[in-house]
């Protein structure tokens, strides 16, 4: 496979470098600086002489221009305004760049909300750059915004990224990581070849890879964090403890059980494509779609949890806990703490106002600890309200959800033996 350069040689590193055919979805929380991976790819683009087309749902054209400076070709770069028609509602403040710079590169679409004359626009533009040129898609959510439909922006890049594919392009997409449902940002990554996730924690950076089609290195599906200077990023290292291997120990349990992708995959209402993906730790399932495998498969929460090194210490950083996601939904996170035996430990995060259901795994007895947060729950029809302090126990299956209803995000400390 063909070797592209991002121009970020920290990044190249840590992903393997990007490949020909490569669609690269970033989904990036606000302050995480995609701008700056963004400018670098295309300045790397520029270097080598390739086509760039950028498609801006986001950012008016002067805004652009500033952020790329100088070009050194205008034959080899256009922008495909869908901003000013679009979000911009073709206010002055927008359309008089054009009075500006009627020279520049720029093709104003005018309908972007009519999804058939946009696609048929871009593909136009194919007759007029070569081969292998390289694609920039401003904003996913953009697009939604003013499609208004989910379905309509998903069946959109179902149809343009294997055509990108087939073209030999490196595409790169947007998207803010919060405006969109987990099914949305789930089916996506069937189809993309790189999802990478950028996002910031106490005032600190971090990448991490969600997806590496044909990639052998799995470091990137560790945190990473990163530093900002001018127009260079550089990324450190910071995650040496070995992590829980989820995609691993489902295969092997699934092949014991003598149990088939598909049947696995029928079992719990997803794809066989989704259940190899996560046995190859190239995706990470839900917390309920982590909860219906376990049951699938007839194993506890702690059958999973453990790690694959027989080695142990009485000592559990944070920051461990913190890189050893389990599973993760809308709104939610699983953490995995440690395994001793037959007993688990795991920690639950809550977004403000977001909900669980079913989160309490089927086998054995579970003990759930409020460690922050107010958490109203109902457990087998009957509701309570719950602090930091209050503990929930139950030795059998039955069904439960789980509510932040603060405005902080709250933890749960489970225990499952």
Same mark, same amino acid.
């Given at each position: 496979?063909?070797?592209?350069?991002?121009?970020?040689?920290? #990044?190249?590193?840590?992903?393997?470098?990007?490949?020909?055919?490569?669609?690269?979805?970033?989904?990036?929380?606000?302050?995480?600086?995609?701008?700056?991976?963004?400018?670098?790819?295309?300045?790397?683009?520029?270097?080598?002489?390739?086509?760039?087309?950028?498609?801006?749902?986001?950012?008016?054209?002067?805004?652009?221009?500033?952020?790329?400076?100088?070009?050194?070709?205008?034959?080899?770069?256009?922008?495909?305004?869908?901003? &000013?028609?679009?979000? %911009?509602?073709?206010?002055?403040?927008?359309?008089?760049?054009?009075?500006?710079?009627?020279?520049?590169?720029?093709?104003?679409?005018?309908?972007?909300?009519?999804?058939?004359?946009?696609?048929?626009?871009?593909?136009?533009?194919?007759?007029?750059?070569?081969?292998?040129?390289?694609?920039?898609?401003?904003?996913?959510?953009?697009?939604?915004?003013?499609?208004?439909?989910?379905?309509?922006?998903?069946?959109?890049?179902?149809?343009?990224?294997?055509?990108?594919?087939?073209?030999?392009?490196?595409?790169?997409?947007?998207?803010?990581?919060?405006?969109?449902?987990?099914?949305?940002?789930?089916?996506? /990554?069937?189809?993309?070849?790189? *999802?990478?996730?950028?996002?910031? /924690?106490?005032?600190? #950076?971090?990448?991490?890879? @969600?997806?590496?089609?044909?990639?052998?290195?799995?470091?990137?599906?560790?945190?990473?964090?990163?530093?900002?200077?001018?127009?260079?990023?550089?990324?450190?290292? *910071?995650?040496?403890?070995?992590?829980?291997?989820?995609?691993?120990?489902?295969?092997?349990?699934?092949?014991?059980?003598?149990?088939?992708?598909?049947?696995?995959?029928?079992?719990?209402?997803? &794809?066989?494509?989704?259940?190899?993906?996560?046995?190859?730790?190239?995706?990470?399932?839900?917390?309920?779609?982590?909860?219906?495998?376990?049951?699938?498969?007839?194993?506890? #929460?702690?059958?999973?949890?453990?790690?694959?090194?027989?080695?142990?210490?009485?000592?559990? /950083?944070?920051?461990?806990?913190?890189?050893?996601? @389990?599973?993760?939904?809308?709104?939610?996170?699983?953490?995995?703490?440690?395994?001793?035996?037959?007993?688990?430990?795991?920690?639950?995060?809550?977004?403000?106002?977001?909900?669980?259901?079913?989160?309490?795994?089927?086998?054995?007895?579970?003990?759930?600890?409020?460690?922050?947060?107010?958490?109203?729950?109902?457990?087998?029809?009957?509701?309570?309200?719950?602090?930091? %302090?209050?503990?929930?126990?139950?030795?059998?299956?039955?069904?439960?959800?789980?509510?932040?209803?603060?405005?902080?995000?709250?933890?749960?400390?489970?225990?499952?033996?």
């Amino acid at each position: 496979m063909i070797r592209i350069n991002s121009g970020i040689k920290d #990044l190249d590193r840590l992903v393997d470098s990007l490949y020909v055919g490569d669609n690269v979805v970033w989904e990036v929380e606000a302050g995480a600086a995609p701008e700056v991976f963004i400018m670098s790819f295309i300045r790397q683009s520029f270097s080598e002489n390739r086509d760039v087309i950028y498609i801006s749902f986001n950012k008016s054209p002067q805004t652009i221009f500033q952020k790329i400076g100088e070009i050194p070709s205008k034959e080899k770069f256009i922008l495909l305004d869908c901003f &000013t028609s679009g979000k %911009g509602k073709n206010d002055k403040a927008f359309t008089k760049f054009y009075d500006n710079n009627a020279g520049e590169s720029v093709i104003k679409v005018e309908d972007p909300k009519n999804i058939d004359n946009f696609t048929s626009l871009l593909n136009s533009l194919e007759d007029k750059f070569q081969s292998g040129g390289r694609y920039v898609f401003d904003s996913l959510t953009g697009m939604q915004d003013l499609w208004g439909d989910e379905n309509r922006t998903y069946k959109f890049f179902t149809y343009i990224c294997p055509r990108l594919y087939d073209l030999g392009t490196v595409a790169y997409w947007l998207l803010e990581k919060d405006a969109h449902s987990q099914k949305f940002k789930a089916n996506l /990554r069937h189809i993309t070849q790189v *999802v990478l996730e950028l996002y910031k /924690r106490k005032d600190k #950076l971090w990448i991490k890879a @969600l997806k590496l089609e044909g990639r052998p290195n799995r470091e990137a599906f560790k945190p990473h964090s990163y530093e900002v200077g001018g127009k260079t990023i550089s990324i450190t290292s *910071v995650r040496k403890e070995p992590s829980y291997d989820v995609g691993t120990k489902i295969k092997d349990l699934r092949t014991r059980a003598g149990m088939s992708q598909k049947e696995l995959a029928d079992k719990v209402d997803l &794809t066989p494509s989704f259940i190899s993906q996560m046995e190859n730790n190239q995706i990470t399932p839900s917390l309920h779609s982590f909860i219906q495998i376990c049951n699938a498969l007839g194993v506890s #929460l702690a059958d999973i949890l453990g790690k694959q090194s027989e080695e142990s210490s009485w000592l559990i /950083r944070k920051e461990a806990i913190f890189s050893n996601i @389990l599973s993760k939904d809308s709104g939610s996170k699983c953490f995995g703490i440690v395994k001793n035996g037959k007993m688990s430990g795991a920690l639950i995060v809550i977004e403000p106002y977001a909900k669980i259901k079913q989160v309490i795994p089927a086998e054995g007895k579970k003990l759930l600890h409020i460690l922050k947060g107010d958490i109203s729950v109902v457990i087998d029809g009957k509701g309570e309200m719950l602090g930091p %302090g209050d503990s929930v126990f139950l030795d059998k299956e039955v069904a439960s959800l789980l509510k932040n209803e603060g405005g902080d995000t709250a933890e749960i400390f489970l225990v499952s033996a």
